[in-house]
């Protein structure tokens, strides 16, 4: 992977000759380093080397403050509309009791309500793992309770010693 260089700034740039363009777009033409920082100055502006791989390479003068500052306010956007889904997680066990079931169901509505994914994982620890009908049985159970208010997205296997399901918010 390229690693991403620097954009080069007035004294910082290295050619001789620059292709210049001005702050409002036009073409300039081809002109020594030395007359287009002079041009910039003059302007109270920057020199930015935009295309450092032509022949001889493209400069435009703007305000280099300026563009740090809406290149920060852009990205910034970006990360704003960005969505982040959180997976919130309920682990039971298959000898679970009911009322400590009612306790984590109630949780996990809580978790819906906010917008959040559930993820119920039911674990089986030592023998359990001979009575995997109590863990689906547990599973029916917890579907029946948040049938109302949510939906499956993603099914029940068996993943070694857990069996886990993803529900969303209806």
């Known amino acids: 992977m390229a690693k991403k260089q620097k954009q080069r700034v007035n004294k910082e740039i290295k050619a001789d000759k620059v292709r210049l363009i001005s702050e409002k777009g036009e073409q300039l033409g081809i002109v020594s380093l030395e007359d287009a920082l002079n041009r910039t100055f003059d302007s109270g502006l ?4 935009i295309a450092p791989d032509g022949s001889p390479p493209v400069c435009k003068i ?10 920060k306010k852009k990205q910034q956007q970006s990360r704003k509309r960005q969505h982040v889904i959180k997976v919130k997680e309920i682990r039971l ?8 079931l009612m ?13 959040a994914k559930l993820k119920i994982t ?4 030592g023998r359990e793992m001979s009575r ?3 863990g689906r049985d547990v599973m029916e159970r917890v579907f029946q309770e948040l049938e109302d208010v949510a939906e499956i997205e993603k099914d029940i296997p068996l993943e070694g010693r857990r069996m886990s399901v993803i529900l969303n918010a209806k």
């Open 93 to 100: 066990r298959p000898t679970i009791d009911e009322h400590d």
């Open 46 to 49: 920057d020199l930015i080397e």
């Open 132 to 134: 995997i009908d109590l």
């Open 103 to 115: 306790t984590k169901l109630n949780q996990g509505k809580k978790f819906l309500a906010d917008g």
């Open 122 to 125: 039911l674990m089986f620890r």
């Open 62 to 71: 703007v305000d280099y403050g300026k563009l740090k500052y809406e290149k």
